[in-house]
C-alpha cells in the first residue's frame, strides 16, 4: 500500500500580523483568500496548519504592504487593517473579511487585491464598451445594475458608466470585451452571451461547473464550450506541480470528460488534471486535500493515500458507513492495531468530523494519559475535581437513603461507588474512571472534562441532548464557556449503538446533514442522536432517549424496579400512575413488571431540569433557581399551572418569594410570559 511521501512537502512556517497562528506556503485550491475573497487557484499562497480547511491567503495578499496611496481615493492614505466583522469593497462591491485596506477618515474599504487594480478617472477605449467610460463615485444610496456581469448594487460604490448611454459596469468588470481568446480553449474565441447559456449546453462553466446567477457567459457554439465570468477574471492553471499532490507536473484537460479521482476516489465529469505517465488523474480541489490529520472517529492519526487496494472494498468508511467500492483515494490508519480502518477523503475532511488541522511537520502529540485519579491504596482515590479529600470505594448504596452521583446526577443504587471520607461527594465507579480527554462524533476537536465543587452551582446546557444538568461536562475547545458542553451520559455513548429497542446497529445523527426526522421514542424532532442507516429501516433515536436508564431501581410510587418499555401496538388505553393522564402505547414508557403499572418517562426521571442536583442554585437571567426534591408529604402547587407539583425534581424561587415551578414548561411561562 502507498504511504504518502511526507518528506517531499517541507513545511516553512512565517507569522502574518493578521492571523494567530503561524503559516505555511501551500496551494490554496477550493478555498477563498481571506485578503481579496477570491478563489484560491493559486498554486503559491499561505496556509494555516491549525485552521488548515478555513485559513487561506494568496502570497500577494500576504505580502500586501501596510499604508498604500491608491488612485481611487487621492485625498487619503490606505491602512492595511485586520478585523473580524464583515465591510464591503468600494471598488468590486464584495465582502472584505479577516484583512483588506481602509482609510478610517471616510470609512472607505478595499481588498488587498483591489488595490493591486490602477483605477483610471477615464478610459477612452475600453474592452467593455464601444464609448469611452468615466469614474464615478456618488455620495447617497445609489442603485445600479453592472452591464457586463448583470449584477445590481446598491451603495456608495465606484462603477465606470458611459455619459452617452445608460451604461454602467464595475470596476472588475471593465476590462472584460465582448470576445475574448482563452487558454483553457485556444481553438476558438468566445463570446459573451448575456441571456444565458443556450439550450443545447448543460447551462454550467466548462471549468468549475457551475451555473451563472445572472446567466451571464463566454461561449463556444462549435464546440459548445462555456465559462463563467469568475473563471475568465481568475482562470485555473492549464499545469499543476506539487510534491503535495504528485511526483510529476499535471496538467489540465478543459473538456468534459469522465474519471475517477485518484485522491478522493469520486468520480468527475469534467477538467481533471493528469499525469499521462502515471495514468494519475485529480479534481483540481483535490490539490490541497490534507496529507496528516486527526479525526473525531479515532484515536490515532490518519494519512492520506491514493491507492487503497481492492482488498478495502469489503470494509466501511468509518463516517459514513459506506462500503469503500473503488481502489482510489481516502485516509487509513496507518497503526499496526487499526488495519482495517478507512474513511473516504470528503467524509475525512468534513468540519464536523476534522479539526482543520495539518499535521505535517508537527510533532507525535503525546496523548493525555493522564488518569483521572490518583491510586492511595487499593480502595482508596484522589481525583482531580476532589482533590481537597480522598474518595472510598463502596460496593453497595448506603442504607440511609437515596444518593446522587455528582458527575452524571443520576441515583446511586447497587452500583459500585466512590464516596468521600469527609463529605457528600460521591461518583460512580463508572463515572470517576471518566477520562480527562476524549475524542467523540459530537464535536471536530477533542474534549475535555470538567467538574467538581466549583461546578456545583453552574448549570449548562447539554449539546446533544439538550437537558441542563449541573454535573460533570466535557468541554469543546474554541467554545465560549457557556456553550459546547455535553454531559458525561451523553459522551459515554458512542457509534455504533446497539440498542435493545432496534435489532441493528445505531448510528451517529445530525440533523444539519439528514434534514427534520423524528425520534421513535418520544416522538419528538430529533436534534442530534443515533439513526439506522440500512436502506430499509428509518429508525432515528435521539441522545435524550438513548441515555435513559433502562431500570429505575427504586422509586417513590413503587417498591419495585421499573422497567423501560420500547412501545407497544396495544388497542386498551394506559394511564400514567403519576400524573393520572394517557399514556401513548407507541411511545416509550416505564412499567413494572409486579403492579402492572405505566408510567410517563418525564414523570419518573423529571423533564429538562432533571440533570440538576437537589439543592443546587442556579441563575437565569438574572433571577436564582434551587432545584429541591418534590418528596414532602403533600405536594406544592405550581406557581404557573397552579396544579399539584408531580415531578422528582421541581423548581424553587431563591429570592425569598418562595414560588414553585413543577415542570419546564412552566418555567418557561415564567420567565418569558
Same mark, same amino acid.
Given at each position: ?7 517531499? &512537502? ?69 491602512? !492595511? ?15 472584505? &473579511? ?73 470596476? @472588475? ?76 507536473? !499535471?496538467? !489540465? ?12 476516489? @469520486? ?243 445530525? @440533523? ?92 419518573? !426521571? ?62 418557561? @411561562?415564567?420567565?418569558?410570559?
Amino acid at each position: 500500500m502507498e504511504v504518502p511521501r511526507f518528506q517531499a &512537502w517541507a513545511v516553512e512556517e512565517v507569522n502574518f500580523p493578521f492571523h494567530e497562528h503561524p503559516l505555511h506556503r501551500s496551494g490554496g485550491y477550493g478555498l477563498k483568500c481571506h485578503g481579496c475573497r477570491q478563489p484560491g487557484y493559486t498554486e503559491d499562497g499561505y496556509r494555516c496548519s491549525e485552521c488548515y480547511g478555513k485559513f487561506f491567503i494568496h502570497k500577494e495578499c500576504a505580502e500586501s504592504p501596510l499604508e498604500i496611496n491608491h488612485s481611487c481615493h487621492p485625498q487619503h492614505p490606505l491602512n !492595511l487593517v485586520g478585523f473580524l466583522d464583515f465591510n464591503q469593497c468600494h471598488l468590486c462591491h464584495g465582502d472584505v &473579511w479577516t484583512v483588506g485596506y481602509r482609510c478610517s477618515t471616510c470609512d472607505l474599504w478595499l481588498h488587498t487585491s483591489c488595490s493591486r487594480i490602477p483605477t483610471s478617472h477615464t478610459i477612452q477605449k475600453p474592452e467593455a464598451h464601444e464609448h469611452s467610460l468615466t469614474l464615478l463615485m456618488e455620495v447617497g444610496k445609489t442603485r445600479f445594475t453592472c452591464h457586463v456581469c448583470g449584477l445590481r448594487w446598491d451603495g456608495n460604490y465606484y462603477r465606470y458608466a458611459c455619459k452617452q448611454r445608460d451604461f454602467f459596469c464595475h470596476i @472588475k468588470c471593465v476590462s472584460l470585451s465582448p470576445e475574448i481568446n482563452h487558454l483553457s480553449h485556444p481553438s476558438h474565441p468566445l463570446q459573451l452571451l448575456k441571456d444565458g447559456a443556450p439550450l443545447y449546453s448543460d447551462g454550467k462553466c466548462c471549468l468549475c461547473g457551475k451555473a451563472s446567477e445572472e446567466g451571464r457567459f463566454y461561449h463556444c457554439s462549435a464546440c459548445n464550450y462555456s465559462l463563467d465570468l469568475d473563471c475568465v477574471r481568475n482562470p485555473p492553471p492549464l499545469t499543476h506541480i506539487s510534491p503535495k499532490t504528485h511526483e510529476h507536473e !499535471l496538467t !489540465l484537460i478543459p473538456r468534459h470528460l469522465s474519471f475517477t479521482c485518484n485522491a478522493c476516489g @469520486k468520480q468527475g465529469d469534467r477538467n481533471p488534471y493528469v499525469c499521462l505517465q502515471c495514468n494519475f488523474m485529480i479534481h483540481r480541489s483535490c490539490f490541497e486535500l490534507p496529507l496528516l490529520i486527526n479525526i473525531n472517529r479515532h484515536d490515532h492519526r490518519i494519512s492520506r493515500t491514493y491507492l487503497l487496494g481492492l482488498g478495502f472494498s469489503r470494509h466501511d468508511c468509518a463516517v459514513c458507513h459506506k462500503k469503500v467500492d473503488w481502489p482510489y483515494g481516502g485516509y487509513i490508519c496507518n497503526c499496526k492495531s487499526c488495519p482495517d480502518f478507512i474513511v473516504h477523503a470528503d467524509c475525512a475532511t468534513r468540519q464536523d468530523v476534522w479539526d482543520g488541522r495539518e499535521l505535517i511537520g508537527k510533532p507525535e502529540e503525546t496523548e493525555d494519559i493522564e488518569p483521572p485519579f490518583r491510586v492511595i491504596d487499593d480502595n482508596l482515590i484522589n481525583h482531580f475535581t476532589h482533590e481537597e479529600h480522598n474518595l472510598s470505594l463502596n460496593n453497595k448504596a448506603r442504607e440511609e437513603g437515596m444518593i446522587e452521583c455528582k458527575a452524571c446526577i443520576r441515583p446511586v443504587y447497587s452500583d459500585p461507588f466512590y464516596g468521600c471520607m469527609q463529605c457528600d461527594y460521591v461518583l460512580h465507579q463508572t463515572c470517576a474512571n471518566l477520562p480527562r480527554t476524549k475524542r467523540h462524533p459530537l464535536s471536530a476537536d477533542k474534549l475535555t472534562l470538567v467538574g467538581g465543587a466549583t461546578y456545583f452551582q453552574d448549570s449548562f446546557q447539554c449539546y446533544a441532548c439538550l437537558r441542563h444538568s449541573t454535573g460533570f461536562r466535557y468541554r469543546m475547545r474554541h467554545t465560549p464557556w457557556y456553550d459546547g458542553m455535553i454531559d458525561v451520559e451523553c459522551i459515554s455513548i458512542t457509534e455504533p449503538l446497539k440498542h435493545d429497542s432496534h435489532p441493528h446497529p445505531l448510528y451517529y445523527y445530525d @440533523k444539519k446533514y439528514k434534514g427534520r426526522q423524528y425520534c421513535e421514542a418520544c416522538g419528538g424532532y430529533c436534534h442530534r442522536g443515533f439513526r439506522c442507516i440500512r436502506d430499509d429501516c428509518e429508525f432515528y433515536l435521539d441522545y435524550g432517549c438513548a441515555v435513559l436508564p433502562k431500570m429505575v431501581e427504586k422509586h417513590k410510587v413503587d417498591d419495585h424496579s421499573l422497567f423501560q418499555c420500547y412501545g407497544e401496538n396495544a388497542k386498551g388505553e394506559y394511564w400514567c400512575d403519576i400524573c393520572e393522564e394517557k399514556v401513548d402505547p407507541k411511545r416509550w414508557f416505564y412499567t413494572c413488571d409486579h403492579c402492572s403499572t405505566t408510567l410517563h418517562i418525564n414523570c419518573v !426521571l423529571g423533564d429538562m431540569f432533571s440533570g440538576h442536583a437537589a439543592g443546587s442554585v442556579f441563575t437565569y437571567l438574572e433571577r436564582e433557581f434551587q432545584v429541591v426534591a418534590n418528596n414532602g408529604i403533600s405536594r406544592p402547587y405550581c406557581h404557573v399551572c397552579k396544579s399539584r407539583c408531580k415531578a422528582s425534581l421541581i423548581l424553587k424561587t431563591h429570592d425569598g418569594t418562595g414560588l414553585f415551578i413543577c415542570s419546564y414548561t412552566c418555567f418557561h @411561562k415564567f420567565m418569558f410570559t
